[in-house]
């Protein structure tokens, strides 16, 4: 039986980043938006705002949205060290931002519809109270969005730490709050227009036209997200500059080679290498020292067999 302490051969798997502050604020967005939410939608259906009653529902699925981002914060806070993640919870907030993604690109989809259905059949709108509340609740939004912009500057990451964060959970609830904003502001500059121009069909065409920009920032996200969630390789000339350092070494020849990401800024490499003259694994790992991204490097050496 081994005598000696395993702690030092044994790998870090805490890849959580957190984000208290991240955290304390979209609760506090979460809170104006669910007031604000009320304001609208009746204020919609009682003034005939189709513009103002889409801001309004799409900032109930923002507060839905919201709920997302604070569970998995928390939840990936609770299990962090849970041995039942082999990589720890590092990717909860990836999937909070993917899942939060595909609420928004929900949201484009209701407002466009919403939108040609009110462009075919137009009602009538009372422009003053629509006006009023739109102005609202883009001052809400404006607020909100400013209590999320810097949300790269306060995150704190467990376990190794590589250069800027990436807290997509976050982008996500700001990516929300933004929407709301430019959906207020596309509200209110379609009412004026119906008011003072009786451009009243621009109210639905200024549905249509934040369906499409929230579409554009869905899309965004998704993309950002779902390479990490289904563990997408690193950069190919990050990983060839990996494979040259070792392979300059000795004879060493890597006969496999699998890195991914384990969070939004941590990656796990398993690389298995064939040489005449084995080195103890830690000699390779040295030799790979100067790629910071590695968080979790595991590596096999393989013996050559001479050939009878």
Known sequence: MHSENLQQWQHNHDFVSINRQGERRTLWVLGLTLVTMVAEITAGTVYGSMALLADGWHMGTHAAAFLITLFAYRYARKHANNPAF?????????????????????????????????????QAIQFNEAIMVAVIGLVVNVISVFLLHDHHSHEHHHGHSHGHGHDHNLRAA???VLADALTSLLAIVALLFGKY?????????????????????????????????????????????????????????VSDI?????????????????????????????????????????????????AH
């Open 86 to 122: 082999s990589f720890g919870t590092g990717k909860v907030s990836v999937l909070g931002g993917f899942t939060s993604a595909i609420a928004l690109g929900l949201v484009a989809l209701i407002m466009l519809v919403e939108s040609v259905h009110r462009l075919f059949n137009p």
């Open 174 to 176: 700001y990516f929300h």
């Open 197 to 253: 121009l009786g451009y009243d069909w621009l109210d639905a065409i200024m549905g249509m036209v934040g369906a499409v920009i929230i579409t554009r920032w869905a899309w965004g996200l998704m993309r950002q997200t779902s390479p990490i969630l289904l563990d997408g390789n690193i950069d190919h000339n990050y990983q060839q500059k990996i494979i040259n350092t070792l392979e300059q070494d000795a004879d060493n020849k």
């Open 258 to 306: 699998h890195i991914w990401k384990v969070s939004a800024d941590h990656y796990a490499a398993m690389i298995s290498l064939v040489t005449h003259h084995p080195k103890a694994a830690n000699e390779y790992k040295q030799l790979l020292s100067e790629f910071d991204k590695l968080s979790h490097l595991t590596i096999e050496v393989n013996k050559c067999q001479e």
